[in-house]
């Protein structure tokens, strides 16, 4: 793919180690449960910031479904907190923010 999109060596979510239970991957981005929150999130696999509005419209479905099966309700958060150089988003269950202790849809 020629895309013009880079990944940086140094970069936690380039590297895409699989730490925890992933849910979905695909050539766009790949969704696993956040080490730190216990939530579904969502990782663009190029570095950056500004993903093209397809990417994010694509991204964002992924999220949904993943976080919908997880927790029924639930609100995105794409406040890039511990990596801002990377685009990303949470899928945080509805009235929280963590994913400890909520009661999740699927076993």
Not at 85 to 101: E, I, K, Q, V
Request: aromatic share 14%; hydrophobic share 35%; proline share 7%.
């Amino acid at each position: 793919m020629s895309s013009g999109f880079t990944r940086s060596d140094g970069c936690d979510l380039c590297r895409a180690a699989r730490i925890t239970p992933w849910y979905y991957e695909d050539e766009i981005c790949w969704v696993a449960e956040c080490e730190i929150c216990e939530v579904p999130m969502v990782v663009w696999r190029y570095h950056g910031t500004a993903p093209p509005d397809a990417h994010l419209a694509h991204m964002r479905e992924r999220l949904r479904e993943v976080a919908t099966a997880q927790f029924g309700e639930f609100w995105v958060d794409d406040h890039m907190r511990n990596i801002p150089d990377h685009w990303h988003a949470h899928g945080r269950p509805h009235g929280g923010f963590f994913g400890h202790g909520f009661k999740r849809k699927t076993p």
